[in-house]
């Protein structure tokens, strides 16, 4: 018992930012906190961009109702032009501007809290309203090791009016091809993801420690280059705690078609919550996947945002394509349940963009991956997909982003491929042991978050 008289309780409060990717891994944080005893107190931006994003969240606090929910309202933003950038990253954006709310919603809690811990997008503008506290503020960096690398040093490389001019300053690795550097960096002047990557790059140097949702046996040299001070000479320490094991907060999707497929048969093709390709390229695409001659369950999405996408089906594909589709696949255009689906024994591969989340959630699964980078941090995540055996990776695709037209014939031959590739499975195999072992008892990233609670308990 405290002094107070009341049993002392570790209360962790949790602050995501924008979009399923940066919210997923914080829900299953959330779970992970909660099944080790600690309270978790889970700040909810409001509104949110996507339906998807309301909807994960309802679930969270139905399944989990020892968990806190505070609202963090968001005020409207007095820059209109911010407005014609990425909606995620305009809601970044509404986000830190909201922030001065905060030091009152934390004080307030009860009992106090031992430490927060912040989505990376919002460290330059909370970390100063924390410190203020006397709060600890652990980041937690959403993507995978090598991209945090990347992430901590971009403020570095740059000249005068903000052009990058060397880009090979991550230093302690193997350096980052120019073409795996997210395009809006390579700009001249100013943008919204510019002005995350420098300022809270370089803010991020002064929290107590950076979370990330990797562990040792897939990125242990960028994990040991980071904790050696070879990438930054002064960063906190970077924390191993992942892969976050699946943890549902979306309704069961039951796809009769997938229960009918044989084992090991279907590739998913899914390219995130976020990212609508081209129409051009959806029928190229579709094209490819019908020629290929193998099954697949195709996740087809035509807006960024999930509340706008509301064509339908057949004025996406075409009535030609739709037809031609049905004799080995199945498209969909609604939200799946992705863990759900990956770990259908159906499922064979996923021709993936490479977001982190939709990587974790593979290996965790033991699924292969043929590489599709659209954007952000997707090419940095496809390297490592290929280097630890997860996958392949045709770079001669390009950026998704409107770079190229991929032809339908050259989908189909990666997809035979893929596919076709049993020594893949093999590995892939033993990512999944592997991937579970770091999470089990005794396992490495197991003992890293057992320490980070006894750093909290001492907090109280
Ligand atoms: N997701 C899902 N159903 C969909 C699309 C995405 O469940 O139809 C989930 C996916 O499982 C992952 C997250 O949304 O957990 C997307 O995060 P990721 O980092 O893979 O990519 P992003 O959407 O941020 O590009
Ligand atoms: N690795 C890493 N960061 C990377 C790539 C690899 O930490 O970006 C680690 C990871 O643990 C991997 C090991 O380095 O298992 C070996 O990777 P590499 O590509 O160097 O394989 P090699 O061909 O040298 O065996």
Redesign the pocket.
């Known amino acids: 018992m405290s002094d107070s008289g009341y049993l002392q309780v570790t209360h962790v409060a949790l602050l995501p930012s924008a979009?399923?990717?940066?919210l997923?891994?914080f829900l299953r944080l959330a779970a992970l906190l909660t099944a080790h005893n600690v309270h978790v107190t889970f700040i909810t931006p409001s509104p949110t961009v996507s339906l998807?994003e309301s909807q994960s969240l309802s679930h969270l606090f139905t399944t989990f109702p020892q968990i806190t929910q505070k609202h963090l309202h968001l005020l409207p933003l007095d820059q209109p032009s911010a407005n014609s950038e990425d909606p995620f990253y305009y809601h970044f954006e509404l986000i830190r501007r909201s922030s001065h709310l905060l030091p009152t919603l934390l004080s307030s809690l009860c009992p106090p809290l031992s430490a927060i811990i912040t989505d990376m997008s919002l460290a330059s503008t909370v970390i100063p309203l924390t410190d203020s506290l006397g709060l600890p503020n652990y980041i937690f960096f959403?993507?995978s090791a090598k991209m945090l690398t990347f992430y901590v040093s971009f403020h570095t490389m740059l000249g005068p009016n903000h052009e990058i001019e060397d880009h090979t300053k991550v230093s302690g690795l193997e350096q980052i091809p120019k073409a795996w550097i997210p395009p809006p960096l390579l700009q001249g002047g100013n943008n919204l993801l510019k002005t995350f990557f420098i300022e809270n790059g370089k803010k991020m140097t002064e929290s107590s420690g950076i979370l990330v949702n990797t562990y040792e046996s897939i990125e242990r040299e960028t994990l040991a280059a980071l904790n050696e001070g070879k990438v930054l000479k002064k960063l906190p320490a970077v924390i191993a705690i992942g892969p976050f094991a699946p943890c549902t907060f979306?309704e069961s999707q039951q796809l009769a078609w997938l229960d009918d497929q044989p084992t090991g048969s279907v590739l998913y093709v899914?390219?995130?919550?976020?990212?609508a390709m081209s129409r051009d390229q959806i029928r190229e695409l579709g094209d490819g996947l019908v020629r290929s001659g193998c099954r697949f369950l195709w996740?087809v999405?035509d807006k960024k945002v999930d509340v706008e996408d509301n064509e339908k089906l057949i004025e996406v594909l075409g009535q030609g394509l739709l037809e031609r589709v049905k004799k080995n696949g199945l498209a969909v255009k609604?939200?799946?349940?992705?863990?759900e689906?990956?770990s259908h024994p159906a499922i064979g591969g996923f021709l993936?963009?490479?977001?982190?989340?939709?990587?974790?959630?593979a290996l965790w699964n033991g699924v292969r991956i043929l590489a599709w980078p659209?954007h952000?941090d997707?090419k940095i995540n496809a390297d490592l997909v290929e280097r630890i055996g997860l996958g392949t990776w045709d770079k001669s695709w390009g950026w998704g982003e409107g770079e190229m037209l991929v032809k339908a014939q050259d989908i189909a031959e990666r997809v035979r491929e893929i596919m076709g590739n049993k020594l893949l499975q093999l590995q892939t195999d033993h990512i999944r042991e592997e991937a579970r072992m770091a999470v089990g008892d005794g396992g490495s990233s197991t003992k890293r978050l057992y320490a980070l609670i006894e750093i909290w308990k001492k907090v109280q």
Do not use: D, V, Y
């Open positions: 979009g399923m990717g940066h997923t891994p998807a959403t993507s979306q899914s390219f995130g919550s976020r990212t996740a999405k609604n939200w799946l349940n992705q863990e689906i990956l993936s963009h490479c977001g982190w989340n939709s990587l974790t959630e659209q952000g997707q």
